[in-house]
């Protein structure tokens, strides 16, 4: 039963892995978002259309978006022919969960269009395709916050267990650095073991940060985002990194890191007046290191995807 | 100023790690718990009664309760002569938290008679030097949630920082297999290193634990009470380990694992029935292995440490 035959949405970038919280945890931004628009056509079959400048491929099978609607339509009975057109304003790379806004914005579009009663479980597993052709692995933690908004954990990829945390207002500051840091090659550089010790520190501050966004507490929160084992590794690979996490923590910033595996580093801040100080430690260091970067000062997205009409 | 001259408390069993939570998270038991009687006395110093039958030490300083009071007093100016009666009902070396609730009773019992203003951070302090006299490490993961209640969580132990989570009703059943599993050995016996792999399931697990916890949501709390890095390897320790778990499980309980560094074994569950529906599958497995046993059926001890009178 089709309700309507054209939907329009926001697919917002996200956060993934939040300092300690290493492939569980992830938040929805406010800001930077996709804009999708889904339509129902006499052709059979499924096309797309960008209407940015990343010249992505637009053959459904290689387009990330494209691949999770495949995978939604293998589930659908009698679908119909289908329009996708994408104005992608996240840009790939950056960190700030570019693909899997494409892949979970598509498959919940056509939720919506096609009146169709997935799960939240399903609908990540149908956005998993389309991170599978982003990154050649099927992860979650993106797709999770962008579908469901708020902060979200992955307590388990196999079977998929999805849970989403209550948490306070956070405004939040990134600044992109114009540079390059493949998925592939930030996951290669980690060691594949950890001590045990390092592990046990990893899980108190993970188990903190969870009670801090159900408590409301930042402080706690603040204090929990730690990470003794990937950023020490991943950071080298950013330059200025270690600046900017000083100086914006110095401005009153509860913490942060990595956005995903890089380049774009968040702070969490507790006020619009603290995010927009942080922002400014952010231009001076990269200003002074002389590399091109982008800023946002945005907050916590509780949503999710929203429908725009 | 003194408010009173003698305070008489119960202090709680504990049951620390709670399975994925190595060495953070703990909770407190309403049984057993030990009795203990501190009561100002003209004779200055401290002196120290058992009235139970497990011949434990009772010079101050070698005494559990004994070093964390006077760990307690070095910070209390012109302290009264005191004579603290302990009858411990927790049976030492069973995996329940009895060196823990002589500590923590001992400093809570002199903080309320000495009328002593201590945050939490200093009495888990002070316990901790009762924790050394028992197993010579300073560790506080039954003591914190013997003082505090609940669900508690220890987010860093240097500098100590304490978090209570919010928990709803639990109902626990106990199997006290009487071997002796010696905390160091225990210790021993963990790798020094974990697979990242493993240590990602094993936080998504405590993230998942602690929202389970804080939510209310006994289906996740059971999914979560899983622990793929030290139960594999402490549970060797425990003849009929596997098989209580199994059969708790298939009883109704929602997950469980070795309290402590063992060698009881512990149930988490909804309601009472399911509880003492696994009492008597614990009680099957040790009676066919031929095992003698002490089984309990309880409850989450949501306030800690109790005054009597």
Not at 63 to 81: F, H, S, Y
């Amino acid at each position: 039963m089709i309700m309507r035959n054209i939907i329009q949405i926001k697919s917002p970038a996200t956060i993934a892995n939040l300092v300690c919280g290493f492939d569980i945890l992830g938040l929805a931004l406010e800001e930077p978002y996709d804009i999708m628009t889904l339509e129902v056509v006499e052709k059979p079959g499924l096309e797309i259309i960008h209407t940015d400048n990343y010249q992505l491929p637009t053959i459904p099978e290689d387009n990330v978006a494209g691949a999770a609607l495949l995978a939604l339509l293998d589930d659908v009975k009698n679908a119909p022919g289908l329009k996708l057109t994408v104005e992608k304003r996240i840009k790939p790379g950056s960190g700030l969960g570019s693909s899997a806004a494409s892949a979970a914005g598509a498959v919940m579009a056509a939720s919506k269009l096609l009146d169709h009663d997935f799960s939240n479980e399903d609908l990540v597993k149908f956005a998993m395709f389309g991170e599978k052709v982003a990154s050649g692995v099927k992860h979650a933690d993106n797709i999770t916050p962008c579908l469901l908004g708020g902060v979200t954990l992955i307590r388990s990829i196999m079977p998929l267990d999805i849970v989403k945390l209550d948490a306070p207002d956070l405004h939040i500051t990134i600044v992109h650095p114009q540079i390059e840091v493949k998925t592939s090659d930030a996951r290669q550089i980690l060691k594949k073991e950890v001590q045990l010790k390092m592990a046990i520190k990893q899980w108190g501050n993970i188990a903190g940060l969870v009670a801090g966004f159900m408590k409301g507490d930042h402080a706690l929160i603040g204090r929990s985002l730690e990470d003794a084992i990937i950023e020490p590794v991943r950071s080298i690979l950013i330059p200025g990194f270690d600046e900017v996490k000083f100086r914006s923590k110095s401005a009153g910033a509860l913490g942060g890191g990595i956005s995903g595996s890089g380049p774009s580093i968040f702070m969490l801040n507790k006020d619009i007046e603290t995010a927009k100080a942080v922002e400014q430690e952010m231009k001076g260091v990269y200003t002074k290191i002389g590399i091109d970067f982008k800023t946002y000062v945005t907050k916590l997205n509780t949503e999710g995807i929203k429908i725009i009409e």
